[in-house]
């Protein structure tokens, strides 16, 4: 049964990130990329991250995408990409290359394996580890205030100067063009 | 507690993670649309994620999922500059393809 749904993930998966890459309409692969993105968050309820389940949906599938079919719809783009290519063989270049980074990273799984210990025991460990250490949604929220407070707080600056980016590359150019000629005049 | 705990190798989710990651990364190669060029940043985001929980329920470490929050909120910030970028391009350029960023190529080459 989990290798059923395990498989059926996996042809959504294949077919959303195949559907992103060779559909011509912006808005489609936008569609695509969400088949995707779910299909990861179905791996990741598997794999036992609950919380993750959660993020993936509401901030990919729901925030991320939404934005990009926002920016389509604004810049009405979703017209057909020319077809003709100014560098000639780029696409058999990048299927070979394509080819090679696979062998070389399937290459990898198969002869290398990550290092470092088991956390089993430890407050690490994603199951076990002790009473009272919580489920899933508690342990990464104990890892993430402790271990990784200092590199959360960073996210939340990096977050708020992300919006303040956004406003002024997004502000109409003619705002600034108009302020530039009011401080030379006075 | 896993919600949906399974037995089903490690090894699975790793190719299926480098097969997305290709997928993205000759997308990337081959794609004009900067919109469509950036989907395909965000599927190699997705499988390295993909990997990260994989590993971390292999070695049993809870620190697998919290490095996966850090990148989902990191993507997050970037498709909000990357897209402010591309209206503001768009804005000035009037297209929004690759072949449409040459102003330092020599027209009369």
Known sequence: ?186 | MPVLATTIDAGWYLVLAALIFTIGAAGLLTRRNVLVMFMCVELMLNAVNLTFVTFARELNDIRGQVIVFFILAVAAAEVAVGLAIIVAIFRRRRGATADDLDLLKDPTA
Request: hydrophobic share 60%; proline share 2%; glycine share 10%.
């Open chain 1, 1 to 186: 049964m989990e290798y059923f749904i395990f498989f059926l993930a996996a042809a959504l998966a294949l077919a959303g990130a195949l559907g992103v890459v060779l559909l011509r309409n912006p808005a489609h692969c936008a569609l695509s990329l969400v088949v995707t993105l779910i299909s990861v968050a179905i791996f990741f309820a598997q794999l036992g991250a609950a919380l993750l389940v959660a993020m993936q949906i509401i901030v990919y599938a729901g925030a991320i995408v939404v934005l990009f079919l926002f920016v389509i719809m604004l810049l009405g783009v979703d017209r057909k990409e020319s077809v003709e290519e100014p560098l000639k063989f780029q696409r058999p270049v990048a299927l070979v290359l394509g080819v090679i980074l696979f062998a070389e990273v399937v290459f990898l799984i198969g002869h290398q394996w990550a290092t470092g210990a088991s956390s089993s025991g430890t407050a690490h460990a994603i199951h076990g580890g002790g009473a009272g250490l919580g489920g899933n949604v508690e342990r990464v929220a104990r890892s993430l205030f402790t271990d990784f407070l200092w590199p959360f707080e960073i996210t939340a600056a990096l977050l708020v100067l992300a919006v303040v980016g956004a406003v002024v590359l997004a502000r109409r150019s003619g705002e600034s063009a108009e302020t530039v000629e009011a401080g030379e005049a006075s």
